[in-house]
T-cell receptor
Framework: AQTVTQSQPEMSVQEAETVTLSCTYDTSENNYYLFWYKQPPSRQMILVIRQEAYKQQNATENRFSVNFQKAAKSFSLKISDSQLGDTAMYFCAPSGGGADGLTFGKGTHLIIQP | NAGVTQTPKFQVLKTGQSMTLQCAQDMNHEYMSWYRQDPGMGLRLIHYSVGAGITDQGEVPNGYNVSRSTTEDFPLRLLSAAPSQTSVYFC?????????????FGPGTRLTVL
């Protein structure tokens, strides 16, 4: 079984600032994947970025990047040049690779202030 | 491709009523899952399926039934609705061994049980 901890229930930053959302997890899997999903007020779950645990290189997607520390089981999300449209709930979710889906943290509510 | 579709978008039930939440995907994905999202929580897995005719329980299966007669469809049945089942329900699908285990989510169904 996997557990996920997102220690920041809510964060607020100014537009154009950089913000980092933290996530720690526990898993007994050797091969797994890690995801950050965004959920705006529309409630649609949108994939932000993904990371394979066997890769040492941190994933990046435009303004989004991760700091993956496998030994520490830490998977933080950095958003650079934040935009108003980044306002949303952000969920960290590891996956063991099996069919039994993702394990989600409780989420961080990110508010980008104009 | 429509991706993952869910109907209805909203539903209000009375305690004891039954209903079926519909989920369909047109991506020929083998794996499908149902999650529920309660306030202040991440998504929790209810049931999942690895292919037509094969289903299994997730973290919170009580009060829900599923079946998978085709690859495309994965309905979720509430046999006797209870107020504790008031939640937002998400259906998701992914390829078996697909691109880094990425799950694709439907838009969700908001269910209220009075």
């Amino acid at each position: 079984a996997q557990t996920v901890t997102q220690s920041q229930p809510e964060m607020s930053v100014q537009e154009a600032e950089t913000v980092t959302l933290s996530c720690t997890y526990d898993t007994s899997e050797n091969n797994y994947y890690l995801f950050w999903y965004k959920q705006p007020p529309s409630r649609q779950m949108i994939l932000v970025i993904r990371q394979e645990a066997y890769k040492q290189q941190n994933a990046t997607e435009n303004r989004f990047s991760v700091n993956f520390q496998k030994a520490a089981k830490s998977f933080s999300l950095k958003i650079s040049d934040s935009q108003l449209g980044d306002t949303a709930m952000y969920f960290c979710a590891p996956s063991g690779g099996g069919a039994d889906g993702l394990t989600f943290g409780k989420g961080t509510h990110l508010i980008i202030q104009p | 491709n429509a991706g993952v579709t869910q109907t209805p978008k909203f539903q209000v039930l009375k305690t004891g009523q039954s209903m079926t939440l519909q989920c369909a995907q047109d991506m020929n994905h083998e794996y499908m899952s149902w999650y529920r999202q309660d306030p202040g929580m991440g998504l929790r897995l209810i049931h999942y399926s690895v292919g037509a005719g094969i289903t299994d329980q997730g973290e919170v299966p009580n009060g829900y039934n599923v079946s998978r007669s085709t690859t495309e469809d994965f309905p979720l049945r509430l046999l006797s609705a209870a107020p504790s089942q008031t939640s937002v329900y998400f259906c998701a699908s992914r390829e078996r061994g697909g691109l880094r285990n990425t799950q694709y989510f439907g838009p969700g169904t908001r269910l209220t049980v009075l």
